[in-house]
């Protein structure tokens, strides 16, 4: 961005510079024509030149007039939002031929405006091609644009012949000035093309480095994907596997639990048997049903078509139905409207504590209590069965009831009951703490 703006200053600047020659060079031509008229000495000057000098008005009108049209163009395209390759090429060749208007207006006395044009089109033409060509025909003008070459094809006055009318101090000082513009012209036009090439330079050099760490990007971005496509799927199967356990878990304990209620009263009491069995189909078919929704990533069937509160009563009494268990519900929590994956997890964390109770513990009985107080929700499953010996193991229903619980904040407690009651009673307890978010804060 700084070598832009250089840039562009030092374009400015050789615009100015090139005005002050033209002028420089109208201006002496002008006044020396109307100095050899005032003082009667055009015979004198006639015969040094050897030709008529043209209208000592035509050099500074076409002059300028070309100039400032060479410089409305060229501060106008580099505005000028132009997308279309041939129409930039035009545009270029308009300044070219302007620049040629203007030596050959000036009498060819000065062709350093083809350096100012071609400092202009290098910098704003980036077609190879297209710039070799414009470089060639504006070094060709510059290099056999001056008076001496084309001396045979013009009908102008030498510049030196304008300057024979005066003394030699004046001679030399006019001699000195043009001197002066023209190698400052130069001067600017050579400062312009190495901060050019070196600003282009050190863009390539930057834009190689940014393509090194855009690829580098790229491959670290590569393996953050693939890797996060593997944690994906470790976590998807993990959550399948969860709700397949939960589900087939509780259904089949029920099926198992009344299947051998059935088979025990098969012969002392058919119809209840018949119940039973009746029971337990239904159970299988809400089984299947939940599996089919689980491998869907949908939520439990209970909770598609009701309220969590009911869901749960419907779990309870289906349970006490097939396992021939007694389940003492206690809800303290006030009204259970949550978020959908807090709604999912309580669900599956009390249909998980059930399942182990009878299946694990051979329990007769379950006593369940939720509680809560301001966002925090406790859940605390107790039952008679056979607990777990002295050291509880965490199996795979608890890692996931545990799983299920982090992923929400929540933590997961358990052990014997005799360990924590200090009654001597037997049995196995789970305590969960879940901080709930409610409906208006879930994702």
């Given at each position: 961005?700084?070598?832009?703006?250089?840039?562009?200053?030092?374009?400015?600047?050789?615009?100015?510079?090139?005005?002050?020659?033209?002028?420089?060079?109208?201006?002496?031509?002008?006044?020396?024509?109307?100095?050899?008229?005032?003082?009667?000495?055009?015979?004198?000057?006639?015969?040094?030149?050897?030709?008529?000098?043209?209208?000592?008005?035509?050099?500074?009108?076409?002059?300028?007039?070309?100039?400032?049209?060479?410089?409305?163009?060229?501060?106008?395209?580099?505005?000028?939002?132009?997308?279309?390759?041939?129409?930039?090429?035009?545009?270029?060749?308009?300044?070219?031929?302007?620049?040629?208007?203007?030596?050959?207006?000036?009498?060819?006395?000065?062709?350093?405006?083809?350096?100012?044009?071609?400092?202009?089109?290098?910098?704003?033409?980036?077609?190879?091609?297209?710039?070799?060509?414009?470089?060639?025909?504006?070094?060709?003008?510059?290099?056999?644009?001056?008076?001496?070459?084309?001396?045979?094809?013009?009908?102008?006055?030498?510049?030196?012949?304008?300057?024979?009318?005066?003394?030699?101090?004046?001679?030399?000082?006019?001699?000195?000035?043009?001197?002066?513009?023209?190698?400052?012209?130069?001067?600017?036009?050579?400062?312009?093309?190495?901060?050019?090439?070196?600003?282009?330079?050190?863009?390539?050099?930057?834009?190689?480095?940014?393509?090194?760490?855009?690829?580098?990007?790229?491959?670290?971005?590569?393996?953050?994907?693939?890797?996060?496509?593997?944690?994906?799927?470790?976590?998807?199967?993990?959550?399948?596997?969860?709700?397949?356990?939960?589900?087939?878990?509780?259904?089949?304990?029920?099926?198992?639990?009344?299947?051998?209620?059935?088979?025990?009263?098969?012969?002392?009491?058919?119809?209840?048997?018949?119940?039973?069995?009746?029971?337990?189909?239904?159970?299988?078919?809400?089984?299947?049903?939940?599996?089919?929704?689980?491998?869907?990533?949908?939520?439990?069937?209970?909770?598609?078509?009701?309220?969590?509160?009911?869901?749960?009563?419907?779990?309870?009494?289906?349970?006490?139905?097939?396992?021939?268990?007694e389940v003492l519900y206690d809800q303290q929590a006030g009204p259970l409207h949550f978020a959908q994956d807090e709604e999912d997890t309580l669900?599956?964390?009390?249909?998980?504590?059930?399942?182990?109770?009878?299946?694990?513990?051979?329990?007769?009985?379950?006593?369940?209590?939720?509680?809560?107080?301001?966002?925090?929700?406790?859940?605390?499953?107790?039952?008679?069965?056979?607990?777990?010996?002295?050291?509880?193991?965490?199996?795979?229903?608890?890692?996931?009831?545990?799983?299920?619980?982090?992923?929400?904040?929540?933590?997961?407690?358990?052990?014997?009951?005799?360990?924590?009651?200090?009654?001597?009673?037997?049995?196995?307890?789970?305590?969960?703490?879940?901080?709930?978010?409610?409906?208006?804060?879930?994702?």
């Open positions: 961005m700084d070598n832009e703006k250089t840039l562009s200053s030092l374009s400015r600047l050789m615009f100015a510079l090139n005005l002050a020659i033209i002028l420089f060079y109208s201006l002496a031509c002008l006044i020396t024509t109307l100095r050899v008229c005032g003082s009667f000495g055009a015979y004198d000057f006639l015969s040094s030149a050897g030709r008529i000098p043209p209208p000592p008005w035509r050099m500074p009108l076409w002059a300028l007039g070309q100039y400032l049209l060479l410089c409305a163009v060229s501060f106008g395209k580099n505005r000028w939002d132009i997308e279309r390759f041939q129409v930039r090429l035009l545009v270029c060749l308009v300044e070219i031929l302007l620049c040629a208007g203007v030596t050959a207006s000036l009498g060819f006395y000065y062709s350093g405006a083809a350096l100012l044009v071609l400092a202009d089109l290098v910098h704003y033409v980036r077609n190879g091609a297209a710039r070799a060509c414009f470089t060639a025909a504006l070094i060709l003008l510059f290099s056999f644009g001056r008076y001496e070459i084309l001396y045979p094809l013009t009908g102008g006055i030498a510049f030196s012949a304008y300057l024979d009318y005066y003394n030699q101090t004046v001679r030399s000082l006019f001699a000195g000035v043009e001197s002066l513009l023209v190698c400052l012209n130069v001067l600017l036009f050579v400062l312009f093309m190495i901060l050019l090439f070196t600003g282009q330079k050190a863009e390539n050099s930057r834009i190689r480095k940014l393509n090194k760490q855009l690829n580098q990007a790229n491959d670290r971005l590569r393996d953050y994907a693939f890797e996060l496509e593997r944690m994906t799927e470790v976590r998807e199967r993990n959550r399948l596997a969860r709700e397949i356990h939960d589900t087939l878990g509780h259904t089949l304990t029920g099926i198992i639990m009344g299947s051998d209620a059935g088979l025990a009263l098969f012969d002392a009491a058919p119809e209840e048997a018949k119940k039973r069995i009746q029971v337990v189909a239904q159970a299988a078919r809400d089984g299947l049903n939940d599996v089919r929704r689980s491998i869907k990533a949908l939520r439990p069937d209970a909770l598609e078509n009701t309220s969590l509160e009911e869901a749960l009563e419907a779990m309870i009494t289906n349970f006490k139905a097939t396992t021939s268990a669900y599956r964390v009390l249909q998980e504590s059930m399942t182990n109770a009878v299946r694990h513990g051979h329990a007769t009985e379950i006593r369940i209590r939720l509680t809560r107080r301001e966002s925090l929700l406790t859940i605390d499953v107790r039952d008679n069965g056979l607990g777990s010996g002295e050291e509880p193991q965490e199996g795979f229903g608890l890692r996931h009831m545990r799983e299920r619980l982090e992923l929400l904040g929540g933590s997961l407690t358990f052990g014997n009951r005799e360990a924590l009651d200090g009654d001597g009673e037997r049995g196995f307890y789970i305590v969960v703490s879940l901080p709930i978010r409610g409906k208006e804060e879930e994702a």
